[in-house]
């Protein structure tokens, strides 16, 4: 029979558990909420030339490279699958395709609703099934990220080719961005640019009156950019003081000939230092990494040959380099190059260490060699 002492105790022992527990949750959700300084990658109109072909190769390499970037999170601003004039199991097998391709991409993956999704057979439904909702927001560190639905246009009884929110979908936003007025920085995604790329004062949307209300509420909340695909260039345009990006050159064919435009296949990678942001526009199939030996477990030092040929996307950290090394024994370590740094190690259940290595690309130099070593641990004196 247990004493009202041994009681007492397990109660108490209980109860500075599940405080420690909720300490400790509260802590990581305080920690993630306070982050000031990240990264995130932007890309859009990734679709493949036309409905029965697979996913683009540029997209899949644009992921792998991403990948080596490592940034906190990738947003794919739409126009994913081929859509148009294909039936309802065609475009199950283009979204099934889009699916599996992007399971290759580490970072977590939010994506737009684009005009090409809504297009084929049960577009709208399918997009809800496969991706998720049509428009959505949510918080990382210090900032608020709002993703919209270009396409509405049930007024005149069909979806797509059109450019605006509707009534229910403009009062969300709205009060979405009163509710987190309070952020350091708010950023929107949508499909289709506000403006034209050519000429800023022209409209991109079908209904005009109601960009010009959308454009208020960004000046209001002082939205710090705004990014959209649709058009397969690229375009800056800063307009009362919101910058707007136009990047549709995730993998889709590109508007090599049109004007006020740069058509090339290219991503976006954002830097987020508190209230600073900067954009860098990065051209795909330029950043590689090379091992030698090979990168098995089977090798006690490691080499990388990190290249960056494309001048303009540099300087560049690479936080996604991965190593698989001997695991440690109690004597061992980890000897990394200078001006590399060892994020975390997993452990595999082969007896390997996957080591995750962050490295720097500066200006001045197109490569870097970043070598890993296991030695022994120098005794301390």
């Known amino acids: 029979m247990k004493t009202l002492f041994q009681k007492d105790l ?21 920690a993630a909420k306070q982050k000031t300084s990240f990264r995130f990658v932007v890309l859009g109109d990734s679709r493949p030339i036309c409905g029965y072909i697979p996913q683009p190769y540029p997209f899949k390499m644009m992921l792998e490279e991403i990948n080596l970037i490592s940034p906190d999170f990738v947003v794919n601003v739409g126009d994913l699958v081929y859509g148009y004039m294909c039936d309802e199991k065609e475009v199950r097998r283009q979204y099934e395709d889009y699916v599996l391709t ?11 609703l684009g005009n090409h999704e809504i297009a084929g057979e049960k577009g709208e439904e399918l997009y809800e099934e496969y991706l998720g909702k049509l428009y959505y927001s949510f918080d990382y560190g210090n900032s608020h990220f709002i993703v919209l639905d270009t396409d509405v246009n049930r007024e005149i009884g069909k979806r797509g080719d059109t450019g605006r929110l509707g009534e229910k979908q403009f009062m969300w936003f709205k009060n979405d961005l009163e509710k987190n007025k309070e952020k350091e920085n708010i950023f929107v995604f949508m499909h289709r640019p506000m403006y034209h790329y050519q000429d800023k004062k022209e409209s991109s949307w079908s209904d005009e009156k109601e960009r010009d209300k959308v454009h208020e509420l960004l000046k209001k909340y002082k939205v710090k950019a705004v990014f959209a695909g649709h ?17 549709g050159g995730g993998g889709a064919e590109q508007d090599w000939e049109e004007i006020g435009g740069l058509g090339i296949y290219h991503y976006l990678l954002v830097e987020v230092n508190r209230e600073k942001v900067e954009v860098k526009v990065v051209i795909p199939l330029h950043l590689w990494a090379e091992f030698y030996p090979e990168n098995t477990g089977r090798h006690n030092k490691v080499t990388c040959n990190l290249y960056c040929t494309a001048r303009y996307s540099l300087p560049l950290r690479v936080n996604g380099l991965r190593f698989v090394m001997p695991q440690l024994l109690d004597n061992e370590e980890y000897k990394i190059s200078p001006g590399a740094r060892i994020l975390r190690i997993e452990k595999n259940s082969d007896n390997t260490n996957t080591v995750f290595v962050s490295a720097f690309l500066s200006l001045l130099r197109t490569r870097e060699s970043i070598t890993i070593e296991l030695v022994r641990k120098e005794e301390e004196k």
């Open 102 to 112: 992007t399971k290759s991409c580490l970072p977590p993956y939010y994506n737009v």
């Open 10 to 30: 397990k109660s108490t022992l209980t109860i500075l558990i599940s405080l420690l527990c909720l300490f400790i949750s509260s802590s990581t959700t305080f």
């Open 231 to 247: 058009k397969h260039v690229y375009k800056k345009m800063t307009i009362d003081g919101v910058e707007h990006y136009i990047t």
